[in-house]
């Protein structure tokens, strides 16, 4: 499972945050069995005081904006992964059964 799964955290100075991080990131997977590789990055948004969740897999991406300290950080990823891996997931079964190209963050088509 870890070889799959390839996490980035930047912009996040404390170690034991970032520790918090990749490991609720990891616990969310193994919790929904989600099939392939997938990558992961935790970034600072442009917006300050803001993350972006970028998770990439099965074709597909998703990203997301975070709105509070990176000390909170642990706390809140696990719900808005949650949500990330199931609209993904979801997205590539329908695109799989009617043959349709996967849809990215922005929820634009992409070939």
């Not at 970034?43 to 990203?63: D, E, I, K, Y």
């Not at 000390?71 to 799989?96: D, K, N, T, W």
Request: with cysteine.
């Amino acid at each position: 499972m870890r070889n799959r799964i390839v996490i980035d955290v930047e912009g996040v100075d404390d170690p034991s945050v970032v520790a918090g991080v990749e490991a609720t990131i990891r616990e969310s997977f193994m919790e929904r069995s989600v099939p392939g590789s997938w990558r992961v990055r935790v970034v600072p948004s442009r917006v300050h005081g803001s993350f972006l969740l970028n998770v990439q897999g099965l074709n597909a991406r998703r990203t997301v904006s975070i709105a509070v300290p990176p000390s909170l950080l642990p706390e809140l990823i696990p719900l808005r992964l949650r949500e990330s891996l199931e609209r993904l997931c979801s997205v590539r079964v329908v695109a799989a059964d009617d043959d349709a190209p996967t849809r990215a963050s922005n929820e634009t088509l992409t070939a």
